[in-house]
C-alpha cells in the first residue's frame, strides 16, 4: 500500500509527479496525528565527481556494502535515515539497509543493528532524481553520538548521487555485508558519503519542533583544513558549544567544498540560488540559518582550479544573490545569520581585486541590515597584525581554510542568544 504520508521534498526530487508516487516512504516532517521529526544530521547531495581526488561516485556500486558513519547532533528514541538519487540518470535499486550505533573504525557496536525497511520492504528503489525516507527504527541515539548506515547494493547503480568532501571515513566491501559486526570485511575506504543525505530523531528530552541550526556555505563550512574522521568543522564546535551552554539543539551542515552562490560548476554542486530550496528551506524541525558563502564567486573567475574559471561575479551580482537567499528563508519563518567572508592572503585566491571585492561584500554584511543578525568570521579569524590574513595559528597551511583550531573560533563568534 502506498504510504499515506506527505511528499515533504516534492521540488528537491526534480521528477515528475507520477514517478514521485513510487517513493515508497514519505519526506514528510510530521502531521497532527504523527511524531515530531527533527533533522539530526545532513549532508546535501551532489553529482558524480571527482576533482579533489578519487572516490566511487563516478564508478558507483555493484555488490558492494558501503558503510557510514555520522555523528548526529540531536538524539531521539527512534531514527530514520535519508537515502536519495537525485542525480542519478537510472533507478536506484537499496537491495538492503541496517542502522546501528557505531563501533571502531567499521564496526558497530554488538546489540545495536537494526535492519531499515521502506514502506514495510526491505528492498526499495527510488527513482531517478528521487529522495527518501526510510521507516522509523527502534534505535535511540544521543546527541554527539555516532550512527552507522549500511547500504547493500546487490546490482550495478550507475553512477552516484554523493557529498565528496566529508572529513570522515567511510567504507566498502564486496557482497552482502550489512549485518556484520566487525568491519573485517570493509578493507576500502573513501573519504565521501554516497546516497545517504540525512539522518532524523523523533522522541527524547528534546521535544522542541523548530530549533535547528543549519550552516549553509562552502568548504569552510563542509569542514576543509579540519582533521579527519575527529568532527571539528565549525558546525561541530557550534553544536558542541550550544550543548555545553545547557542550550543543545542540533545543528545541521550543508556546506559543499567549492560551492558558489551565483554560479553553477561541475564539480561544486549546483549555485547556491537553486540548492538553498531543496537543502535548506525542507529540512524539518529547523529555526535559524547561517549563510557563508562567496569567496569562491569572487575567486572563481581568477584561478582554473580544480576545474576551469567560472564567470566574474561581481560585488552586486553577490549581494542579490544574498538577498534572494534572505527572502526565501523568511518566506519559510526562517531567522537568517549572515556571516562576513574569512581572509584570503596567501592563498590562490590573493589579489587585490578579490580582495577589494570581499571587502565591499563584508562591508555590506556588517552595515546593511539585510540579514536578521550578523556573525564576523573574518575578524574571528583574522592576524590582527594583517587583517587580510588568517592568523597563523588557525591556518591550515594554504591560507584559505582554517584549521580545527580556526574552526573552533568561528564557533565562538556566534551569539547563541540570536540563534
Excluded: C
Excluded at 16 to 44: I, K, N, Q, Y
Excluded at 185 to 192: D, M
Excluded at 207 to 236: K, L
Amino acid at each position: 500500500m502506498q504510504s499515506t504520508n506527505t511528499l515533504r521534498r516534492a521540488a528537491l526530487a526534480l521528477v515528475t509527479t507520477a514517478a514521485l508516487a513510487l517513493a515508497p516512504t514519505a519526506l514528510a516532517d510530521t502531521g497532527h496525528h504523527g511524531p515530531a521529526w527533527r533533522a539530526a544530521w545532513a549532508a546535501s547531495p551532489q553529482s558524480p565527481t571527482a576533482p579533489l581526488g578519487p572516490n566511487w561516485s563516478q564508478q558507483g556500486f555493484d555488490n558492494h556494502t558501503v558503510r557510514q558513519v555520522v555523528r548526529v547532533t540531536a538524539g531521539g528514541t527512534r531514527t530514520r535515515i535519508e537515502l536519495t538519487n537525485r542525480y542519478g540518470s537510472t533507478p536506484l535499486r537499496i537491495t538492503g539497509a541496517t542502522v546501528a550505533r557505531s563501533g571502531e573504525g567499521g564496526g558497530i557496536r554488538p546489540g545495536s543493528l537494526r535492519h531499515l525497511r521502506f514502506d514495510g520492504r526491505p528492498a526499495v528503489t527510488i527513482p531517478a532524481g528521487g529522495t527518501l525516507l526510510s521507516d522509523p527504527a527502534n534505535l535511540s541515539v544521543e546527541a554527539f553520538g555516532s550512527v552507522t548506515v549500511t547500504l547493500y547494493l546487490a546490482g550495478a547503480t550507475g553512477p552516484a548521487t554523493f557529498h565528496h568532501f566529508s572529513s570522515a571515513t567511510s567504507y566498502r566491501a564486496t557482497g552482502d555485508h550489512r549485518a556484520d559486526v566487525t568491519g573485517g570485511a570493509f578493507t576500502e575506504s573513501s573519504a565521501s558519503w554516497y546516497f545517504l543525505s540525512g539522518v532524523e530523531v523523533t522522541g527524547g528530552r528534546d521535544t522542541a519542533r523548530r530549533n535547528g541550526v543549519v550552516t549553509f556555505g562552502d568548504s569552510i563550512t563542509d569542514g576543509v583544513g579540519s582533521t579527519q574522521d575527529a568532527d571539528h568543522r565549525y558546525p561541530d564546535e557550534l553544536a558542541e558549544r550550544l550543548a555545553a551552554a545547557g542550550r543543545p539543539r542540533a545543528v545541521l551542515n550543508h556546506g559543499i567544498a567549492g560551492n558558489q552562490v551565483v554560479n553553477d560548476t561541475t564539480w561544486a554542486g549546483e549555485k547556491a540560488l537553486t540548492r538553498f530550496r531543496q537543502d535548506v528551506l525542507t529540512e524539518p524541525g529547523v529555526r535559524t540559518v547561517v549563510v557563508l558563502e562567496g569567496i569562491n564567486d569572487i575567486g572563481g573567475s581568477t584561478v582554473d582550479f580544480p576545474a576551469a574559471a567560472t564567470p566574474d561575479v561581481s560585488v552586486d551580482q553577490l549581494i542579490a544573490g544574498h538577498r534572494t537567499l534572505i527572502r526565501e528563508a523568511h518566506a519559510k519563518g526562517l531567522k537568517v545569520i549572515g556571516a562576513t567572508l574569512t581572509p584570503v592572503k596567501g592563498s590562490f585566491y590573493d589579489t587585490p581585486a578579490n580582495e577589494a571585492k570581499r571587502d565591499a561584500f563584508n562591508s555590506w554584511v556588517r552595515t546593511s541590515g539585510a540579514y536578521d543578525a550578523v556573525v564576523d568570521f573574518d575578524r574571528a579569524v583574522a592576524d590582527p597584525a594583517d587583517p587580510g590574513r588568517i592568523l597563523p595559528a588557525y591556518d591550515s597551511g594554504d591560507g584559505l581554510h582554517p584549521n580545527d583550531a580556526g574552526y573552533t573560533a568561528m564557533a565562538k563568534a556566534l551569539d547563541l542568544d540570536e540563534l
